[in-house]
């Protein structure tokens, strides 16, 4: 366990995405990732308000929750402002759909609540005092941003100081190995303004499994079209990298890949799905796995 940037929250150093439950997840599978990860020592979830058809992840957690008692010890995280059914960050959309998380998660707080997406069509003031109250309420602890811009990220957190409003604390990215963007200006701001970095698509849509290394013999997983975008010469270059630094460990590409997010700057926890217990095996040892900086030099060169 490690405390997520300035906050009191107590959190595992792998974030359970929980985007598949009610999705390719049912919610018999979902309880059995959720007593796997829990059994292995974490407790920090990540879902969104949109997640398993516009709630069904969330009902699934707080059925989970209430089934095995755990609301105490697990930190919770969502989302509001994305999708079809509340978009946008207005006081008006914060407030209803932080009620509807609360009911589906059968809790009485929410730990990290997100703006899933930035807004530009509604002012940074209205969006950062209706997270305020929410704070002030108890019923949320912490705020954090995701999908945002440095520019807006830095206008929202001065926004923050000048008012004395809720800050955000944690930044939510696209960011993996063979993703980089983050690094240029966004990782510079997160470290000057004291916030820590929760990435998203930490397996590269799962090409950073190393499963999909073929356009010829995709296989049958849904995945697959999406992961093999990045099979070109960099991604030929990554994997062989991984495999290197894998075959040292004995341990998995997935490990290794999540492994090497975990390392970098500013990151608290990467955030990785499963839809089995199985799955989760390579994701739990990245947590254990600690790569020396040869291999962080050069897995980052060979993704360069």
């Given at each position: 366990?490690?405390?997520?940037?300035?906050?009191?929250?107590?959190?595992?150093?792998?974030?359970?995405?929980?985007?598949?439950?009610?999705?390719?997840?049912?919610?018999?599978?979902?309880?059995?990732?959720?007593?796997?990860?829990?059994?292995?020592?974490?407790?920090?979830?990540?879902?969104?308000?949109?997640?398993?058809?516009?709630?069904?992840?969330?009902?699934?957690?707080?059925?989970?929750?209430?089934?095995?008692g755990r609301r105490d010890d697990i930190v919770i995280a969502t989302k509001v402002g994305m999708g079809d059914q509340r978009p946008g960050l207005s006081a008006k959309n914060i407030a209803a759909a932080a009620e509807e998380s609360l009911r589906r998660l059968r809790t009485d707080h929410i730990d990290l609540y997100?703006?899933?997406?930035?807004?530009?069509?509604?002012?940074?003031?209205?969006?950062?005092?209706?997270?305020?109250?929410?704070?002030?309420?108890?019923?949320?602890?912490?705020?954090?941003?995701?999908?945002?811009?440095?520019?807006?990220?830095?206008?929202?957190?001065?926004?923050?100081?000048?008012?004395?409003?809720?800050?955000?604390v944690a930044l939510q990215p696209h960011y993996n190995l063979v993703e980089r963007d983050y690094e240029r200006e966004l990782a510079p701001l997160v470290a000057r303004e004291n916030l820590v970095t929760l990435p998203y698509f930490g397996l590269a849509k799962g090409f950073l499994t190393g499963k999909y290394r073929?356009?010829?013999?995709?296989?049958?997983?849904?995945?697959?079209?999406?992961?093999?975008?990045?099979?070109?010469?960099?991604?030929?270059?990554?994997?062989?990298?991984?495999?290197?630094?894998?075959?040292?460990?004995?341990?998995?590409?997935?490990?290794?890949?999540?492994?090497?997010?975990?390392?970098?700057?500013?990151?608290?926890?990467?955030?990785?799905?499963?839809?089995?217990?199985?799955?989760?095996?390579?994701?739990?040892?990245?947590?254990?796995?600690?790569?020396?900086?040869?291999?962080?030099?050069?897995?980052?060169?060979?993704?360069?």
């Amino acid at each position: 366990m490690t405390k997520l940037g300035s906050t009191e929250l107590d959190i595992h150093g792998l974030n359970l995405g929980c985007n598949v439950f009610g999705h390719t997840a049912d919610e018999q599978a979902s309880f059995a990732v959720l007593d796997a990860y829990t059994a292995a020592g974490g407790n920090f979830l990540d879902t969104a308000n949109t997640y398993g058809g516009g709630g069904g992840s969330e009902t699934i957690i707080g059925n989970w929750l209430a089934q095995r008692g755990r609301r105490d010890d697990i930190v919770i995280a969502t989302k509001v402002g994305m999708g079809d059914q509340r978009p946008g960050l207005s006081a008006k959309n914060i407030a209803a759909a932080a009620e509807e998380s609360l009911r589906r998660l059968r809790t009485d707080h929410i730990d990290l609540y997100y703006a899933h997406k930035d807004d530009p069509d509604t002012p940074l003031e209205e969006t950062l005092a209706a997270f305020d109250q929410l704070v002030r309420d108890g019923k949320v602890r912490y705020i954090a941003a995701s999908n945002y811009e440095p520019d807006r990220l830095a206008s929202a957190l001065s926004i923050s100081d000048q008012n004395g409003l809720a800050r955000y604390v944690a930044l939510q990215p696209h960011y993996n190995l063979v993703e980089r963007d983050y690094e240029r200006e966004l990782a510079p701001l997160v470290a000057r303004e004291n916030l820590v970095t929760l990435p998203y698509f930490g397996l590269a849509k799962g090409f950073l499994t190393g499963k999909y290394r073929s356009k010829d013999e995709p296989g049958d997983s849904p995945r697959a079209p999406r992961a093999l975008e990045y099979l070109d010469a960099r991604g030929e270059r990554v994997l062989a990298a991984l495999d290197e630094v894998a075959a040292a460990h004995q341990a998995s590409v997935a490990s290794v890949a999540l492994a090497w997010l975990r390392q970098q700057p500013t990151v608290a926890a990467p955030i990785a799905s499963a839809r089995t217990p199985e799955q989760l095996v390579d994701l739990l040892a990245s947590v254990e796995l600690t790569l020396t900086d040869a291999e962080l030099t050069a897995l980052g060169e060979a993704s360069s």
